[in-house]
């Protein structure tokens, strides 16, 4: 018989409940404990709901208040000293080192930040050194499964495996120069074999150890490491089911089939070739083998005849009884159920499967393939054939014009007229800004009042005038404020954007929205990403409006702000019918109409923002230059449209730019700003291997936790980065749009950031 299994679960609410209890915590508006209530219920129906849709294996203990990284650093005492000894509770330690602290007395920075593999999702960076003290201080994975089971749900409990953990670490301050964190991996493993051995005690029959390092070129050089690991864990726990996701292990599976794990999970949704390798390594063992067939990553239903018969290839050569069929990772990157869409037509509806229909996916699929009778089982494999032919006649179908648009694309397209150091000449005449340059990277707060005006506009109890007259107010307050505080190049602060990316989405045609479809991007940050359905074309101009209405109030130069083909494209759920390159280069030309409009609407500098361009890369080093080539092409084809006298900007954020850097200079944007606050300025010895020509703007504060920078902090980030980059190269700006933050701390944070634009400019 073949069994069904999630890996894991959003853990945000049907209706973000848990977002709605974090932030009234943060706000001192709900106790400690209520905030846990809350994160209960929301466990309890999931793990309820889990049940009711027919899954045998159900997972606890991924869930999080902010991060499942964090939870894992926290209750293991990888607790970073700047944390410790500052009368917080446990609970407020947790978030300090997520969001950062300044109350109370207390002024601690965050943590840095990641992305999650090639997702959109962040997680915590844990800091470690020779000095860490691993122990276990709670055993949360064995609460919750506790919890699961007093509301009458047996779980398979989830953790992050020791050598993914100790790989995804990074070496603190205070570690030697020569420190590696997985040389701490025989200091971690009697902390996992005590979690697992207390799991075992209390009746844990199998255990998801999630180990998605293995999907990387890394992974071959840790064969030692994971052996080692697993002798050492297999004796005490349950039943591991060693789990990874996102990827194809290629010969890693050689090393892998010979660790003494019960069960191995592979995603078969990524990397379906993947099958062969490893039915043929795991053949001869008694490893049971976990199909992800059920994609985890995008919104589309399942096509069951495809996963049937992906599971049929396994069954044949190693029986049902060493099959289970999978969601090909954690459902954490889907919204929760489709049941909360009531605008989607019936056509699209029949399109979507969120997560609790997923759930339901993998547990008809296992049915089938045990041979299942039930009526409803064989009613919901047709009712499957006939959504899956519908949609691929739809998809079918195709926008000649826009297709024919794309077959035109010439080389010359993809440059700019003149090479950079003629344009920053003419830029410079032009724009006449003074030395260090200060700017903010787009967004400013999205007050209750602005959310308040959009929800009236979207219910029809304002009218397109009104807001109109409510968005104009909004963005001269927020131009004469910058006015007021110094900054030099200014933005309109995109008080009428719901989402960098939904934004656009809602006004270029290809694109599909939904109402409740949230998935958490870091912490209490929640994102609703469009859905691209169709060919992408631009009906209309998107921002000329409101960024001609804000130079119209300024004198100052105005930045025009967009964001770029790749991160739209990553930040959305992409067909999965087409190349992701086609669609780039589709949302690429109609940016690029949209520059070239700005530019003739008098805006002089225009930011096309690709954060998530280092997201998107693949996951193996033989697959980067393919799409390093089309990803660098499109956005350079979105703005190379302008004249010489025209800058254009690109933001980049929390990733690491070290390996594809030649990539970052061959956009040739005049003006990037990265990310540099949370990472302890570690860019910059990649600035220092292969230099810059350009011009850059680091990140001089981390705009992702409400704590106020010192002007001096800015001044000492500025002489070490002075160090580096040339001063006549350098802007100075935040790392990040400030649309999470509030007003007071925006203020203050701005105010510092130009005193220290003072401070270089009279002594730099």
């Known amino acids: 018989m073949v069994s069904s299994s999630v890996l894991g679960f959003p853990r945000i609410g049907a209706n973000r409940e848990v977002k709605k209890a974090v932030e009234a915590y943060w706000a001192g508006k709900l106790s400690a404990e209520d905030l846990i209530k809350a994160a209960s219920d929301v466990k309890k129906s999931s793990w309820t709901s889990l049940k009711e849709r027919g899954v045998d294996l159900i997972p606890s203990g991924e869930f999080s208040l902010y991060d499942h990284v964090l939870d894992h650093s926290a209750a293991f005492n990888a607790i970073p000293k700047r944390y410790q000894g500052l009368g917080l509770s446990a609970l407020d330690v947790f978030f300090a080192m997520g969001r950062g602290r300044q109350a109370g007395g207390v002024d601690v920075p965050a943590c840095e930040m990641k992305k999650w593999f090639d997702s959109n999702y962040h997680f915590v960076v844990p800091e470690l050194s ?23 749900v047996v779980t398979r409990p989830v953790v992050l495996g020791p050598v993914s953990y100790l790989i995804l670490a990074k070496a603190a301050k205070e570690a030697s120069a020569t420190f590696q964190p997985i040389s701490l991996l025989p200091k971690i493993l009697p902390v996992y074999k005590q ?14 150890i999630d180990e998605p390092i293995l999907v990387l070129d890394k992974g071959a050089e840790l064969d030692k490491q994971y052996a080692f690991a697993y002798a050492e864990l297999v004796p005490v726990a349950p039943k591991i089911m060693l789990t990874t996701y996102f990827n194809r292990l290629d010969s890693n599976i050689n090393f892998i089939a010979k660790l003494p794990v019960a069960g191995l999970h592979i995603d078969l949704v ?18 049971v083998l976990s199909l992800g067939v059920v994609s985890g990553r995008n919104i589309w ?10 599971a049929q290839t396994a069954i044949a050569a190693l029986g049902a009884d060493r099959v289970i069929v999978a969601t090909s990772s954690s459902l954490l990157h889907t919204p929760v159920t489709l049941a909360s869409e009531k605008k989607l037509t019936e056509q699209q509806r029949d399109w979507f499967s969120f997560a609790l229909e997923k759930a339901s996916e993998v547990a008809t699929i296992a049915a089938v393939l045990s041979g299942s009778q039930d009526p409803k089982v064989s009613a919901a494999l047709e009712a499957n054939k006939v959504s899956i032919a519908k949609r691929r006649q739809f998809e079918s179908t195709s926008d000649d014009a826009v297709r024919k648009r794309v077959a035109a694309i010439t080389p010359d397209m993809y440059d700019r007229k003149s090479p950079f150091a003629t ?21 400013f707060p999205q007050t209750k009042e602005i959310r308040t005006a959009r929800a009236k506009l979207g219910k029809g109890e304002i009218s397109e005038a009104e807001y109109d007259e409510f968005i104009k107010k909004e963005i001269e307050m927020v131009v004469k404020f910058q006015e007021k505080v110094g900054l030099d190049l200014l933005v309109h602060g995109e008080p009428e954007r719901n989402d960098m990316v939904q934004y656009f989405g809602e006004q270029l045609n290809g694109f599909v929205f939904t109402q409740n479809a949230w998935v958490q991007s870091y912490g209490s940050r929640y994102v609703r990403p469009p859905i691209i359905v169709s060919d992408v074309s631009r009906p209309k101009p998107m921002t000329v409006k409101w960024s001609s209405y804000a130079q119209s109030v300024s004198t100052k130069p105005m930045k025009g702000m967009l964001s770029g083909p790749v991160t739209i494209l990553n930040w959305s759920f992409p067909r999965d019918d087409v190349p992701r390159k086609l669609q780039s280069q589709q949302l690429a030309l109609a940016l690029r109409d949209e520059v070239i409009d700005l530019e003739k609407a008098g805006i002089s500098a225009i930011q096309v923002d690709e954060p998530a361009i280092r997201e998107g890369l693949p996951l193996r080093r033989s697959d980067w230059d393919e799409y390093l080539e089309w990803a660098v092409d499109t956005f350079k084809l979105s703005t190379a449209g302008v004249t010489d006298a025209t800058q254009t900007h690109s933001h980049f954020c929390y990733s690491d730019f070290g390996d594809i850097f030649p990539s970052i200079q061959r956009l040739d944007a005049d003006v990037i700003s990265i990310e540099f606050s949370k990472s302890d300025m570690k860019l910059l010895h990649t600035f220092k291997q292969y230099g810059y020509s350009n011009q850059i703007g680091p990140g001089v504060y981390d705009i992702h936790s409400p704590r106020v920078p010192s002007e ?9 980065t002075l160090a580096i980059i040339p001063d006549h190269l350098m802007f100075i700006n935040p790392d990040c749009g400030l649309k999470t933050r509030g007003w007071k701390e925006t203020e203050a944070s701005l105010a510092n950031l130009v005193a220290a634009a003072r401070w270089a400019r009279a002594n730099a």
């Open 130 to 152: 020779e000095e860490t003290d691993f122990k276990l201080l709670y055993n949360k994975v064995l609460a919750e499964y506790k919890e699961a089971k007093e509301a009458g």
């Open 195 to 208: 979690l697992l051995s207390e799991l075992k005690a209390a009746g844990v029959e199998s255990v998801q």
């Open 270 to 287: 990524r990397a379906p070739q993947q099958l062969g390798e490893v039915i043929t390594a795991i053949k001869s063992t008694p490893i």
């Open 301 to 310: 239903k399942a096509d069951f005849a495809a996963a049937i018969k992906f």
């Open 423 to 443: 344009r920053k000449e003419v830029q410079a005449k032009h724009l006449n800004l003074p030395k260090f340059p200060t700017t903010t990277i787009g967004s």
């Open 712 to 720: 001096q902090e800015i001044i000492d980030r500025l002489k070490t």
